[in-house]
């Protein structure tokens, strides 16, 4: 069965500071990756996806993600937080033999100080 | 026009009452998912379909039932509500292509107060 942890509940961080989300997931093939972001009173958004090929992913807002599968992690980074990046982030796992399905993390909500 | 759309919105209701949330999508989609959000406990799945023929229980699927209705629609039943499913419930959607069908494309969310 897959799995995802996001070790940190809530972070806070100031305008213009960097940030990291950590994911971690457990699953025993190459799995499909994606962090997806829930702005208050909204739908999630995806903001990157990793399949294959380049460990490093680009996404949406200035987000960009790693992927290290000798630590099972998917790590979420941006260089400078904007006040408008406060949200809650859930990274999630998905498998080619998983008919479709995704596991979700507990979510990480961003504060963001002005 | 958003791709994926969920009514009601919000609503509260009593429990033992039944209740009903729709969800329509305009992306083709054949695969539709209802999810469950909790305060720190993430998105659970319900149920999942993958075609008006296909429907699947999810991790907690107790005291829900589904209905696909067509390809665009996928409703969600509360038979008899309880407190304790009072919740943020999200509709979804992904496509069985070879790479994205994990992708999951969200609706805004409807919020149900069972008091």
């Known amino acids: 069965a897959q799995s995802v942890t996001q070790p940190d509940i809530h972070i806070t961080v100031s305008e213009g500071a960097s940030l990291e989300l950590r994911c971690n997931y457990s699953?025993?093939?190459?799995?499909?990756l994606f962090w997806y972001v829930q702005s208050p009173g909204q739908g999630l958004q995806l903001l990157l996806k990793?399949?294959?090929?380049?460990?490093l992913v680009q996404g949406i807002k200035g987000f960009e993600a790693e992927f290290k599968r000798s630590q099972s992690s998917f790590n979420l980074r941006k260089p400078s937080v904007h006040w408008s990046d406060a949200a809650e982030y859930f990274c999630?796992?998905?498998?080619?033999?998983?008919?479709?399905?995704?596991?979700f993390g507990d979510g990480t909500t961003l504060t963001v100080k002005p | 026009d958003a791709d994926v759309t969920q009514t009601p919105r919000n609503r509260i209701t009593k429990t033992g009452k039944r209740i009903m949330l729709e969800c329509s999508q305009t992306?083709?989609?054949?695969?539709m998912y209802w999810y469950r959000q909790d305060p720190g406990l993430g998105l659970r799945l319900i149920y999942y379909?993958?075609?008006?023929?296909?429907?699947n229980k999810g991790e907690i699927s107790d005291g829900y039932s589904v209905s696909r209705q067509a390809q665009a629609k996928f409703s969600l039943s509360l038979e008899s509500a309880i407190p304790n499913q009072t919740a943020l419930y999200f509709c979804?959607?992904?496509?069985?292509?070879?790479?994205?069908?994990?992708?999951?494309?969200f609706g805004p969310g409807t919020r149900l107060t069972v008091l």
């Open positions: 979804a959607t992904s496509d069985p292509g070879t790479q994205t069908y994990n992708e999951q494309f």
């Open positions: 699953y025993g093939a190459t799995p499909y």
């Open positions: 990793y399949f294959s090929g380049d460990t």
């Open positions: 999630a796992v998905g498998a080619a033999t998983n008919a479709g399905k995704s596991t």
């Open positions: 992306k083709g989609h054949d695969r």
């Open positions: 379909s993958f075609d008006v023929k296909d429907i």
